[in-house]
């Protein structure tokens, strides 16, 4: 099973600046397999990338996805105050068939 | 717009089964789709606990499988959650939601989720 460990636990920032969230996973995994997720109290997630890097639908740009292998990363530009939550990333593995989450960055307003 | 909505006892007592339903609407089960089940302990992280295809094929997390059921009606257009033998380690939010599709291995739509205590 592939593990997948994000960092920091959280990162205290204030709007407007540029927040950058790592996930590294266990094992070299295909990037069409890593999504990212926001979640925000009380609420389900929210996809925000699929494919290490293309962004959902009506996902504003300032969220960008990138990395390869083993290295994984969340850019978060020009922050805004709706995006101070929790952020997950996933990763999709064939042998077993199965999803694996990370165990989440909470983004706090500094 | 697609909208998926779970539902059930919102309690168990240990060693029973939790049930949940997950009905759908603004798309149908019968597409070419995976439908999954994803819980959430309170004040932590996402657990995936298992996926079905439209034609019924599963898949689960090998550690939850010996207790997962996950199924499909077509008719209702709703998918359904067991697990058995349940402990308070099972107490969680429940959530049903809809794989993205195209081969991109994520999850675009999602229930609001629905928290099951397991307790006497």
């Known amino acids: 099973e592939i593990v997948l460990t994000q960092s920091p636990g959280t990162l205290s920032l204030s709007p407007g600046e540029r927040a950058t969230l790592s996930c590294r996973t266990s094992?070299?995994?295909?990037?069409?397999?890593v999504a990212w997720y926001q979640q925000k109290p009380g609420q389900a997630p929210r996809l925000l990338i699929y494919?290490?890097?293309s962004r959902a639908t009506g996902i504003p740009d300032r969220f960008t996805g990138s990395g390869s292998g083993t290295d994984f990363t969340l850019t978060i530009s020009g922050l805004e105050p709706e995006d101070f939550a929790v952020y997950y990333c996933?990763?999709?593995?064939?042998?077993?068939?199965?999803?694996?989450f990370g165990q989440g960055t909470k983004l706090e307003i500094k | 717009q697609v909208q998926l909505q779970e539902s059930g006892p919102g309690l168990v007592k240990p060693s029973g089964t939790l049930s949940l339903n997950c009905a759908v609407s603004?798309?149908?089960?019968?597409?070419?789709?995976?439908w999954s089940w994803v819980r959430q302990p309170p004040g932590k992280g996402l657990e995936w606990i298992g996926e079905?295809?439209?034609?019924?094929?599963?898949n689960y997390n090998p550690s939850l499988k010996s207790r997962v059921t996950i199924s499909i009606d077509k008719s209702k257009n709703q998918l359904s959650l067991r697990l058995s033998s349940v402990t308070a380690a099972d107490t969680a939010v429940y959530y049903c939601?809809?794989?993205?599709?195209?081969?991109?291995?994520?999850?675009?739509?999602w229930g609001q989720g629905t928290l099951v205590t397991v307790s006497s």
């Open positions: 939601a809809r794989d993205r599709g195209g081969y991109s291995y994520s999850y675009d739509y």
């Open positions: 603004g798309d149908s089960l019968s597409r070419s789709n995976w």
């Open positions: 996933q990763q999709y593995g064939s042998s077993p068939p199965m999803y694996t």
């Open positions: 079905i295809y439209q034609s019924g094929t599963t």
């Open positions: 494919g290490a890097s």
């Open positions: 094992q070299s995994v295909s990037s069409t397999f």
